[in-house]
């Protein structure tokens, strides 16, 4: 089964060049979580106890939060999911998460943000699966 969770250098480049200039862009993400949160490899982020990839994503939610603000971000909405009412019945999410950005340029200065970096292991954590979609108001 593939895995996304991290977004690739060429995803990343594309999604600058497609977008910039172009106004306010809301992230659409699809979240599904690990029943318990994989911390191998991010020692200094472990909480010391075995909790959920619903408890990590909370964690890295606190300490995200202050950078989307920062940077004029705001959260949409962050709510719970299951399986589509049209699409695939083998594809479940467990959460769903809006957040809008001013410009593709405040993302991509969130996205780079030293301390969201610090602590963006509690994502990778937390989730067993993901989907992050860029969506603007206005049609092509």
């Known amino acids: 089964m593939d895995r996304y969770v ?3 250098q060429e995803a990343g480049k594309q999604f600058y ?4 200039g172009k106004g ?13 949160a994989d911390y191998t490899d991010l020692d200094a982020l472990n909480p010391g106890t075995e909790i959920s990839g619903k408890d990590a994503y909370k964690l890295y939610m606190k300490h995200t939060q202050p950078a989307i603000e920062k940077i004029g971000s705001k959260v949409l909405f962050f709510g719970s999911a299951n399986q589509f009412l ?3 019945t083998t594809e479940t999410w467990d959460a769903v998460l809006l ?11 969130f996205a780079q943000d030293k301390e969201y970096l610090k602590t963006l292991g509690h994502r990778t954590a937390a989730l067993e699966d993901s989907r992050l979609l860029p969506i603007t108001q206005k049609m092509k």
Request: glycine content about 2%; overall charge negative; aromatic content about 8%.
């Open 6 to 8: 991290e977004v690739t």
């Open 17 to 20: 060049l497609e977008y910039i």
């Open 24 to 36: 306010p862009v809301v992230m659409l993400n699809l979240l599904r979580f690990r029943e318990k």
């Open 86 to 88: 049209i699409g695939p």
């Open 99 to 109: 957040v809008e950005h001013p410009s593709v340029e405040a993302f991509m200065a």
